[in-house]
């Protein structure tokens, strides 16, 4: 049982401005103390970016709601966070919720996914939450009952040592969703088609778009149960250490 | 075997003008026909981020040597060779050689590493080199033959699917090395520092920098391997679920 008010940091990859984040803060507000740190702008596709080379901002926008952004990407938001803002290691790391999926191969690109994992690295039991649909504008309010029996879990029980949630909601009416289950992160792969935009010398320019290609058919999927009408939790590990080492012990010799 | 002259895709994230990719190319050229496509600038530190929602450029530097610039990430960088460079989906990609260290949890960061393992995701045998050493000038002569030997095994062998081999190379004396071990992701963390630069209005900027914190303790890690003189290989996978995902079903339920 959690005695003292939990300390709880909240970010996410779409940006300050974004509704996701928004009510995600405002529902997690009635669980714990709450801080966001946010990008200043849209970092989608951040990943586990992180900025080298050159400085960051940080700025309070609002002192009550301890709202930050930062100018850097959200594993930046996470580390400025734990080092210059929160008053202690936080419970728990909220990242999301983010306009778009973030299941199968798209964790790997999300910045959503990859703020939680910063934090995970740091030893705080970490969630991230996404949405299927892309829009600017989701009925978020019926997921809030979900989101915090899920916040009131995780600071009950701890994640293991490394794992972080990938949590999708599925993009359809929610009296249809069936309930939660736990996954293994689905087969899928990114077709991009690069646009021919414009010439300048010898530079040629590209817009990227693409199109998504899944295997859903594995039960086991966060792919099938979310096109099954189930919510997903993929527990996803910060090591990637492949299970498959013994087959490759043909690349080993001493001098 | 090898019947006809393989098709090597070249990408970094140290830039087109670093000295780890300049040498990996040459070497490789012995191998196979090669196309290197690398960023314009310096991008480490860009893990699997990919650019969204504004166009990137490609430029062909060296027509004889096949040498693309893009202004994109690492991953753009293999996104835009497949679709728009490269005659045929490549026999493999190998990304580096890295100026710096991308052992134990600097995988999860690196440019370098996430090149590679994008390549990975279209089915493609990758690997990603690393040397310690984080200067521009390193001897980097003594591991060509290393590199040759592995280009030639995972030619023929190939790798799991879904798999990439991360290998460092440890900064000392050609001499002391070992030999090769197949290791772990060793377990580790960066504590960072945010300097203060300057205040403009209600925005402060920090400088980064970071202390590296590693368990070296672990004889199945990278790390462990690194400081007792091996080249370390970690076959890493961009299946990112946690084996621990029984532990987790007190989240599950249906509605």
Chains 1, 2 share one sequence.
């Not at 646009?195 to 792919?223: H, L």
């Amino acid at each position: 049982m959690i005695k003292n008010k939990p300390l709880i940091l909240v970010v996410n990859d779409d940006g300050i401005e974004s509704q996701g984040i928004s009510f995600l803060s405002s529902v997690i507000r009635e669980i714990g103390d709450v801080f966001v740190v946010a990008p200043h702008l849209n970092r989608s596709g951040a990943s586990h970016s992180m900025t080298l080379n050159q400085p960051i901002y940080l700025e309070k926008i609002n002192e009550r709601k301890n709202e930050f952004i930062c100018s850097g990407t959200p594993v930046d938001c996470v580390k400025i966070a734990m080092k210059k803002i929160l008053p202690r290691k936080p419970d728990l790391c909220i990242s999301g919720i983010n306009h778009g999926s973030n299941h199968s191969i798209n964790g790997l690109y999300s910045g959503t996914l990859h703020g939680a994992m910063e934090a995970t690295i740091h030893g705080v039991s970490s969630l991230a939450f996404s949405h299927l649909s892309y829009s600017d504008t989701i009925n978020f309010q019926p997921f809030g009952s979900i989101i915090k029996k899920m916040t009131h879990s995780v600071l009950e029980h701890h994640l293991p040592q490394g794992v972080t949630l990938n949590v999708n909601f599925p993009n359809i009416n929610f009296n249809q969703i069936k309930g939660l289950k736990i996954c293994q992160q689905g087969k899928g792969c990114w077709s991009e088609e690069f646009k021919y935009v414009k010439k300048n010398k010898s530079k040629t320019f590209y817009s990227i778009s693409g199109e998504f290609k899944s295997d859903f058919n594995d039960k086991k999927s966060d792919s099938w149960a979310l096109k099954n009408n189930f919510i997903s939790i993929v527990p996803v590990t910060i090591d990637s250490t492949s299970c498959l080492t013994q087959e490759l012990n043909y690349l080993e010799y001493e001098f």
